[in-house]
């Protein structure tokens, strides 16, 4: 079972490296004993996404449901013959995940399926599910059996989380409506989609950004450099989409090239290394 739950793990991390070189990047930046539970949370977290997102023309509600529900088998037996789902068990019974983060996880989901707009509670509870929530079971990782430092540092990992997913919004504001018909702002018309509004957003979103900081700051030196690249990241891709005009925005898909990506990341190691984290 050892040897089965390594190789689970290892798949975890290969989702990874084929998805998001940038989170696989952050990731190598823990320390060793963090990574696996890390990729096994991204691998969990990508195939749910992928059923949502990906398989137009499958049953994607069955599809999620049966997903789901294999999920929860996997944890309560403590394995399962899809990698992925074991890997994540692993990390679920090893470092006490609790089941109501998942919960929220699945919900979101969910919504994706459901819903094409979103009200001011909508917009809020699947922002909780689908990225405050891998925030905090990140976390969970960092702070194994750490109860009162993990509740302290809780609010800053879920503005990241909040941060990261509306970024994401904003990157992916034309293909979500157009491929998905989705429009997760509240009230956003996207034909209508002016400079104003976009600069609220943007403001909204330098708003979490600044509130997370200082729990970063917090975290302890074996995770804090792969969570503050990540951080890193994201701002750099935040001041990016600010340059766009909206009609732009609806039309590409920012990224931060692979050389900014090598230059975040010596400057995040020299930051990190002398303390001078902003």
Not at 46 to 58: N, Q, S
Not at 113 to 122: D, P, Q, W
Not at 259 to 274: A, D, Q
Request: charged share 30%; hydrophobic share 35%.
């Amino acid at each position: 079972m050892d040897l089965y739950t390594r190789n689970a793990l290892n798949c975890g991390e290969i989702t990874t490296r084929n998805y998001s070189t940038s989170f696989s990047m952050g990731v190598r930046t823990l320390s060793r004993e963090y990574r696996p539970a890390i990729y096994a949370i991204y691998g969990f977290v990508r195939f749910a996404d992928e059923i949502v997102d990906t398989f137009h023309d499958k049953d994607k509600d069955g599809l999620l449901k049966d997903f789901r529900q294999r999920t929860y088998a996997a944890i309560e037996e403590g394995m399962s013959t899809n990698p992925i789902l074991h890997g994540f068990q692993w990390v679920v019974n090893t470092y006490g995940i609790g089941r109501e983060l998942i919960d929220a996880f699945m919900r979101s989901m969910e919504m994706d399926l459901e819903k094409k707009r979103y009200s001011s509670r909508e917009y809020q509870e699947y922002i909780y599910g689908s990225a405050e929530v891998v925030g905090l079971m990140c976390l969970r990782v960092f702070y194994a059996g750490k109860e009162e430092e993990y509740r302290r540092l809780m609010p800053s990992a879920r503005k990241l989380g909040e941060a990261f997913q509306k970024v994401n919004f904003l990157r992916d504001i034309g293909a979500d409506q157009h491929e998905r018909g989705r429009v997760y702002f509240p009230g956003l018309d996207t034909g209508h989609f002016s400079s104003e509004t976009k600069s609220r957003i943007e403001q909204e979103i330098a708003n979490d950004f600044r509130e997370a900081l200082p729990g970063i700051r917090s975290l302890h030196p074996e995770a804090r450099l792969g969570v503050y690249l990540a951080y890193r990241y994201y701002l750099e891709l935040l001041a990016g989409i600010r340059k766009a005009g909206p009609e732009q925005l609806q039309g590409q898909r920012f990224r931060v090239s692979n050389s900014k990506k090598l230059l975040l990341l010596v400057k995040c190691y020299l930051r990190n290394k002398s303390g001078w984290i902003h």
